[in-house]
């Protein structure tokens, strides 16, 4: 799987985070990609060129930084971020296997002509809390039988009983929830 963030467009929905990541710039936002460790390659795209405090952080190597395991990319002075990340769309060897992260339609629709999964920013970010917040013992998978009986009366439902008629939508709203499917309606 390859992971292409469209950057100020997902940080523009700080809205999402936790107070203390509110004010998360571009490397911020890297670092909190790179402690989910996903799995793949991960690229963060931004516009224009980078800012000084950039080149002062990660070093002045031009175009592409690298912050951990996650790439850095930005545009070229005078240049957006959405003209780049259509290019690389378009370059995409498995296109199939990238997954989009923006609420521009513009570059939306490009990952989707080429058969790319799309996700919408806020959701994504809040995927990222998710990932970067601790498990506790009682939200780990249940593993015993009183572990189970415990979801089954969290999710309402009766032992033995049959699903509900409705359990396909239920099944791919939760799926997109925790982001194992990509819901190609947004």
């Known amino acids: 799987m390859s992971l292409l963030l469209d950057a100020y467009n997902v940080l523009h929905c700080s809205h999402v985070l936790p107070q203390r990541w509110a004010e998360v710039d571009a490397v911020g936002l890297c670092r909190l990609i790179d402690r989910a460790r996903p799995r793949g390659v991960a690229r963060v795209v931004c516009d224009g060129a980078p ?38 769309i378009e370059d995409e060897s498995s296109p199939r296997q990238l997954v989009l992260v923006s609420n521009d339609r513009r570059v939306q629709a490009a990952a989707r002509r080429r058969g790319a999964a799309v996700v919408a920013s806020e959701e994504f970010l809040r995927g990222l809390v998710a990932a970067l917040r601790p498990r506790t013992a009682e939200q780990s998978k249940p593993t015993t039988e009183p572990d189970a009986d415990y979801w089954v009366e969290q999710f309402g439902l009766e032992t033995g009983a049959s699903p509900p008629a409705d359990l396909d939508s239920q099944t791919d709203h939760w799926l997109r929830e925790f982001g194992f499917a990509q819901d190609d309606d947004r």
């Open 51 to 88: 800012p000084r405090q950039v080149r002062l952080e990660l070093g002045d190597r031009g175009l592409r930084h690298s912050v951990g395991a996650v790439e850095l990319i930005y545009a070229g002075g005078g240049k957006d971020a959405d003209s780049l990340i259509e290019q690389i």
